[in-house]
């Protein structure tokens, strides 16, 4: 019986065979073409330079029903749950992202937040269209903190449940990949909590206008950069709710999610109490 790494290794490599071959045959042995969704979301997927594009992401948007929710769910099972409650149009999700390899440790069989969309989808072939200009460019970097660059990939399909089940029939996402700090390495490197805190406000508030500006109906957030990475859950769920006010008026209706898969409750709590303003039922 396989392990659990060994699982996960074992699903990418079926996903990247099913991404290369063009479809896959589900549960009722029925074939299901994804190659025209796929090719279409590689073509779209665009690089968002800090540099070049920071003025041009425009976010003039008011909403008028803001349904903020925290659910201690899966980004992908999340996605699924709302394409199956009805939410139609464009889902908007964030891909805490690997600054250095596309998809993370998906290909090895790590099992992160990105490893998790990389196994479900046709994320893979949409990140390493800018292998040079995102992955290598930050390794060049050698800075903690990485940078603001953004990808932006559009109807990205998903074929795979978070335990690996073919779906029946592919829906469809787009993904901001964006990199959290590195926070511990950045401590031990003392980089000041300053300096950390001003990337990630920066790094958000551009998440956020990007996400608005591509006429969302849901916005699928989560606990960005508070697992390995070590950023603190209060400080995150703090910025997100500062930059969500900042961005945001009431005259267009829109759901915002954090998915934060935790076991322990404890995460859920961090932001569900720093959230709470904002929160329906609240």
Sequence with gaps: MLNKRENFKNIASKTLSVIDNGYYINKSNEKIDIKAATDKA???TELIDELKNKKEIKSNFSFDKVEVT?????TINEIIELRENGINGNIVALNFAS???????????????E??????SSMYPCLTK???????WHKKQKTPLYSDKMIYSPEVPIFRDDSGEFLRTPIKCSFITSPAVNAGVARQRGISEEKITEAMENRIN????????????????GAFGCGVFRNAPTEVARIFREKLKENIKNTQEIKI?????DRSMTMINVFQKELKEMLIGR
């Design 206 to 221: 551009n998440i956020i206008k990007l996400a608005l500006s591509k006429n969302p109906k849901a916005i699928v957030l």
């Design 115 to 120: 490893e998790s969309i990389a196994r479900a």
């Design 42 to 44: 590689i073509e779209g």
């Design 257 to 261: 999610i954090f998915a934060i898969y």
């Design 99 to 113: 600054a250095k390899n596309p998809g993370g440790g998906f290909i090895s069989g790590a099992n992160a937040q």
């Design 70 to 74: 925290v659910v201690n769910n899966s």
């Design 130 to 136: 800018y292998t040079e200009e995102f992955y290598e």
